[in-house]
């Protein structure tokens, strides 16, 4: 069989990008392995397929049962988006770095894990502690005069 430059040419650029692809993957890992031990978590959780979700989940604060709507089509992508940002929110990033993570998590992974950010604790906690609006003991209507009981006049 006659090999030619072109094989070897192709052979060169499929090494060369599953070398590329593996050096993404380990530095996209031990980003997550360091994030993973800053919010007081095993950083080996990182490299287990499932139980890293079920970590991260965790990291956020919200109920393990979330891992079932990383399971649904569709719902998946919306799921993941809003734990990346409760992720971010959870380091103390803001929306910005969210969309980071999700364009170049090879970048902003290992950012969140060799940097300078630090673990501040379940956003979603804090999302739940929140004062609402629309709730009645809310930061909103603490001294708001149209919110007060009605009193009756003394005669």
């Excluded at 980071?100 to 501040?120: K, N, Q, S, T």
Aim: charged residues 10%; neutral net charge.
């Amino acid at each position: 069989m006659d090999y030619n430059s072109d094989y070897a040419a192709a052979a060169g650029i499929g090494a060369g990008s599953i070398f590329i692809w593996l050096l993404i993957t380990v530095i996209t890992y031990a980003g997550l392995w360091k994030m993973f031990v800053k919010a007081g978590k095993p950083g080996w959780a990182a490299i287990i397929p499932i139980y890293n979700a079920i970590v991260l989940i965790e990291i956020i604060g919200k109920p393990t049962i979330w891992i079932l709507w990383f399971l649904i089509p569709c719902v998946n992508i919306v799921f993941g988006i809003w734990a990346l940002n409760l992720l971010s929110k959870s380091f103390g990033k803001s929306e910005g770095y969210t969309i980071g993570m999700l364009i170049l998590p090879f970048v902003f992974f290992p950012l969140l894990g060799f940097g300078d950010a630090r673990y501040l604790g379940p956003s979603a906690a804090e999302a739940r502690f929140r004062q609402n609006p629309f709730d009645q003991g809310g930061q909103f209507n603490v001294d708001d005069p149209f919110n007060k009981p009605p009193t009756t006049p003394n005669a």
